[in-house]
């Protein structure tokens, strides 16, 4: 929306600098009056008291050129402005979408690792468990491996949080408004999420 906003401003401003120049130019119209006259207010609106005229009129500052041309130039200095702000805000747009979709490729890819970490804890709390039910070891390493597990669990739920913190952010950077497809309908150059539930 902000890139669309500065957009319209520029083409608004450019189109100010064609009406400043207009301005140099004379401008020629079609006129036209109608009404009625009488030496008498008695029979004023008979129809032989009508009178009408129509002609062509003529509009040109000639001696305002001076005036004109500063006019003109100040709309140019308005339309370099907004070229300067719609380009601040295209590359501004660009850079929030880079960042915005950096961050939410950097969080699938750690996911990956938290939900193996979490797998890896689990096993350990079973062979913690198995080991203590055989006498081998003390509860301490159980205590230890299911501390070790609860973690990696927070872990991964800190960084689903996050994940979805991003692709919020991605959408906003993107602009959004498009419609939302259903699950099992494949949209071409749509963004996909994956949800994964975690026990």
Known sequence: PDVRA???Q?????????????????????AGSLGFVGTTTAGLFDYSNRY???????????????????QIAAAEARTAGAYANYRKT????????????GAFAADQRRETDLV???ATSRKA???ATELYREGVT???????????LAAAEDNLAQGDRAKATDLVALYKSLGGGWPVAPADTFVPGSISTQTTTHS
């Open 6 to 8: 500065a957009e319209r």
């Open 90 to 101: 295209v590359l501004g747009a660009l850079a929030d979408a880079d960042n915005a979709l």
């Open 116 to 118: 193996a970490a979490v």
């Open 52 to 70: 009408f005229s129509f002609g062509p009129g003529l509009h040109w500052n000639l001696f305002a050129g001076g005036r004109t041309r500063a």
């Open 138 to 148: 003390d509860y301490l390493s159980v205590l230890d491996a299911q501390r070790s």
């Open 10 to 30: 520029l083409a608004a401003a450019t189109a100010r600098i064609g009406v400043a120049k207009a301005e140099l130019y004379p401008h020629l119209g079609l």
């Open 125 to 127: 709390v079973a062979t």
